[in-house]
């Protein structure tokens, strides 16, 4: 059974980081991309960064070069450095991975707090 667990997610200042980890479990699976998304009260889940099997790296407007998209092979987690963060980053961020023969996996999702 595939699991993904978010930890990192806390209460920081405005201009503070943080480092969201998803752990995958349950198997070695070949994966087609990683992402991360989040969703803010009251707004729709939206899609903050993905990471490609072969490493491409995309991200949304507003997190474009303070956000970082990376994975670990080694621990097999999936990582989000978070740089320079603001209020409007406060939302529950949520990891997901598109596996190549099992389809797409969501997390439980991990909350990131940005104070003014």
């Known amino acids: 059974q595939v699991q993904l667990v978010e930890s990192g997610g806390d209460l920081v200042q405005t201009g503070g980081s943080l480092r969201l980890t998803c752990a995958v479990s349950g198997g070695i699976f070949a994966i087609n991309n990683m992402q991360w998304h989040r969703q803010a009260p009251g707004k729709q889940r939206e899609l903050v960064a993905t990471r490609t099997s072969a490493g491409g790296t995309t991200y949304a407007t507003a997190v474009k070069g303070r956000f970082t998209i990376s994975r670990d092979n080694a621990k097999n987690t999936v990582d989000l450095q978070m740089n320079s963060l603001r209020p409007e980053d406060t939302a529950v961020y949520y990891c997901?991975?598109?596996?190549?023969?099992?389809?797409?996996?969501w997390g439980r999702g991990t909350q990131v707090t940005v104070s003014s």
């Open positions: 997901y991975v598109n596996f190549q023969r099992l389809g797409g996996y």
